[in-house]
């Protein structure tokens, strides 16, 4: 069965740094895309930066510049890194993954059909 689990959110103040990670399983880690979403109260949810071996990384306007996303392909870990966090960035972040080949925006929700369970970020001012 394919697995992803998000972890690493927390409360930190605005101008801090916060690393999640998102443990996978259950499939061939290279062949896949990943994404990070999240999801503000009363709010759309909106990608963050995602990345395929193929592709590259991607990154929203609000992300670039702020925000890494990496891998560890031997923990079959995807992960973002989050500095100079705004309160504006608070929301339950998730992680998604479909196959790299699939057709679809790498931003658009809708294309992922595997989700891990979301873990909450509160950046305070």
């Known amino acids: 069965d394919v697995q992803l689990q998000a972890s690493g959110g927390g409360l930190v103040q605005a101008g801090g740094s916060l690393k999640l990670s998102c443990e996978t399983s259950g499939f061939t880690f290279d062949d896949f895309a990943f994404c990070w979403f999240r999801q503000a109260p009363g709010k759309a949810r909106e990608g963050v930066s995602c990345?395929?071996?193929?592709?590259?990384?991607f990154y929203s306007d609000s992300a670039k510049g702020r925000f890494t996303i990496s891998s560890d392909n031997r923990k079959n870990t995807v992960y973002l890194q989050m500095n100079s966090l705004k309160p504006e960035d608070t929301a339950v972040y998730y992680c998604?993954?479909?196959?790299?080949?699939?057709?679809?925006?790498?931003?658009?929700?809708?294309?992922?059909?595997?989700w891990g369970q979301g873990t909450q970020v509160t950046v305070s001012s």
């Open positions: 990345f395929t071996k193929l592709d590259g990384t």
């Open positions: 998604a993954a479909d196959p790299m080949f699939n057709l679809g925006d790498f931003f658009t929700s809708a294309r992922y059909d595997y």
